[in-house]
Nanobody, 119 residues
Framework: QVQLVESGGGLVQAGGSLRLSCTTS????????MGWYRQAPGKQRELVAT???????NYADSVKGRFTISKDNAKNTVYLQMNSLKSEDTAVYYC?????????????WGQGTQVTVSS
């Protein structure tokens, strides 16, 4: 069974930094892509950043230049370094993984981690 475990959320002042981590476990044949999404109260879940198996990255315009997604294949972990945080970055952040497993290609989600930026 595949699991995604997130960590690193918390409360930070505007202008500060946080680093989120998402570690996967289970019977995984291949990591096709991984990413981070977020959902603020009353809003739809939105893409923050993604990274493919080849290392290509994609960012939402609102976080370009401030956030960096990276992965450590040896640790089965993807990170989101968030700098220059703004109050509008406050949301629950979800890890997302597009994985090839015994059941085929499947999208998995983490449980979410709260990020709160105080102004």
């Amino acid at each position: 069974q595949v699991q995604l475990v997130e960590s690193g959320g918390g409360l930070v002042q505007a202008g500060g930094s946080l680093r989120l981590s998402c570690t996967t476990s289970g019977s995984i044949f291949a990591y096709n892509a991984m990413g981070w999404y977020r959902q603020a109260p009353g809003k739809q879940r939105e893409l923050v950043a993604t990274v493919t198996s080849g290392g290509s990255t994609n960012y939402a315009d609102s976080v370009k230049g401030r956030f960096t997604i990276s992965k450590d294949n040896a640790k089965n972990t993807v990170y989101l370094q968030m700098n220059s945080l703004k109050s509008e970055d406050t949301a629950v952040y979800y890890c997302n993984a597009d994985l090839s497993t015994v059941v085929g290609v499947t999208i998995y989600w983490g449980q979410g981690t709260q990020v709160t930026v105080s102004s």
